[in-house]
């Protein structure tokens, strides 16, 4: 007879944050653990850098925490996590960097500029995706942020729009331009490998 593991169902958001609200600060660890990997890649994307990020991380981490008392769910608990992330970041990168954060990866990021599906192709993509890679890391801090949050973490317009505090049709814009800079960039890397 084999003993079947009954799965614990996972709690919504607004009970996760009532819970830890009372008290319950183990809840506060499951909360990291749904929220880790989006806050991971808006900081890598962002800073480029893995100490700064693992700092910033837990800077993030903690301002959710000392703030979780104020949210009201009037969005989505992802979207507010996001923008404190994102506001974090901007601080840092206005502070510690040169950067001029108003100008101008996971395949999942990327798929949309390698689309061939040939076998003997495969080695190839694999070297582009790491070339794009860094040509997603070139990019301004808000492009890097926009491309992660829309192809890795699948967050709709409107929601990026509440993380970085921008109309829905800037947050298009930036996509679009950012998509054909990479597009560009790629497209002239190819024709300076072939000629």
């Not at 076998?119 to 808000?142: A, S, T």
């Not at 926009?146 to 814009?173: C, N, R, W």
């Amino acid at each position: 007879m084999s003993v079947i593991e009954k799965k614990v169902p996972l709690l919504s958001d607004q009970n996760l944050v009532k819970k830890i609200r009372r008290g319950d600060t183990r809840r506060f660890g499951e909360l990291i653990d749904r929220y880790q990997r989006l806050v991971l890649h808006i900081v890598w994307r962002m800073t480029g850098d893995q100490q700064i990020t693992e700092d910033l991380v837990q800077d993030i981490f903690i301002k959710v925490y000392d703030n979780l008392d104020g949210f009201r769910f009037e969005s989505k608990l992802s979207t507010w996590i996001g923008r404190i992330a994102y506001n974090t970041c901007i601080n840092y990168l206005r502070r510690e960097k040169p950067v001029m954060i108003d100008d101008l990866p996971d395949d999942s990021e990327i798929k949309w500029l390698i689309s061939s599906d040939r076998p003997d192709d495969i080695i190839e993509d694999h070297d582009q995706k790491q070339y794009i890679h860094r040509l997603i890391e070139q990019l301004p801090p808000l492009y890097r942020a926009i491309l992660t949050m829309f192809h890795l973490q699948a967050m709709s317009y409107k929601e990026i729009a509440e993380v970085v505090d921008k109309p829905e049709g800037t947050i298009k814009s930036y996509l679009f331009r950012a998509r054909k800079l990479l597009k560009e960039r790629l497209t002239a890397a190819q024709e300076g490998v072939t000629s």
